[in-house]
């Protein structure tokens, strides 16, 4: 079946431009959620959705980064006036039902996005 | 968040079996241990979870301590493919992220 998927798989992009990434979730997962990844750096998390609505945001580096998620399933994940420290890449998952409501369900990854900011 | 330890790098053989073991001595009742791995320029995938008993699934199995204070993922029989990082997560109750440690790097040697 198919799983989360991701566009564009890479994207280089010049200092201050803005960027969008996005993500298609697992059919029917409610959850969804955005990790970045930079260069030997370990996964970080940046935002959680539970449908629609962004319960958690606490992972977000900046006000640059915002994040949403429209009809409960594809989400966009927007970088404005992007940095070089912005490089890295951008996860997102899903999972059936939030993975921390009984700390059981595991979350789907898609392939990431590969952001370079030249 | 709950705090994980795990060694590095580890590195075994071909059709052996691999020992990864995961230290959480802070872990408290509801947290759940999961384990994911990340292959080269993929995602993390889902490897296996529990709670108290020991499980086991067609990937690998896990190994609860009694005082569920450490963990062990046991891979039966490795292969080429089983070469990734491997993460031990604590998954807190009503937390919704997976908060990633450093993990442990396998290598499989033909």
């Known amino acids: 079946g198919a799983g989360v998927s991701q566009s564009p798989s890479n994207k280089v992009t010049e200092k201050g431009k803005d960027v969008e990434l996005r993500c298609d979730p697992i059919?029917?997962?409610?959850?969804l959620y955005w990790y970045r990844q930079s260069l030997g750096q370990g996964l970080e998390f940046l935002i959680y959705?539970?449908?629609?609505?962004?319960?958690?945001k606490s992972g977000l580096p900046s006000d640059r980064f915002s994040a949403e998620r429209t009809g409960g399933s594809v989400s966009t994940l927007t970088i404005q006036r992007t940095q070089q420290e912005d490089s890295a890449v951008y996860l997102c998952a899903s999972s059936l039902a939030p993975t921390g409501l009984a700390g059981r369900d595991e979350q789907f990854f898609g392939p990431g996005t590969r952001l370079t900011v030249l | 968040d709950a705090k994980t330890t795990q060694p590095n790098s580890m590195e075994s053989n071909e059709e052996e079996p691999v020992h990864l073991p995961c230290n959480h001595s802070t872990i408290s009742g509801t947290d759940y241990i999961h384990w994911y791995r990340q292959l080269p320029s993929q995602g993390p995938e889902y490897v296996i979870h529990?709670?108290?008993s020991n499980v086991n699934n067609r990937m690998a199995s896990l190994a609860i301590a009694e005082d569920r204070k450490s963990s062990t993922l046991i891979l039966h029989r490795a292969t080429l493919r089983d070469a990734a990082v491997y993460y031990c997560?604590?998954?807190?109750?009503?937390?919704?992220?997976?908060?990633f440690g450093q993990g442990t790097r396998l290598t499989i040697n033909p």
């Open positions: 959705f539970q449908g629609n609505s962004a319960p958690d």
């Open positions: 997560i604590l998954m807190v109750l009503g937390a919704q992220k997976l908060v």
């Open positions: 059919s029917g997962h409610t959850a």
């Open positions: 529990g709670l108290t």
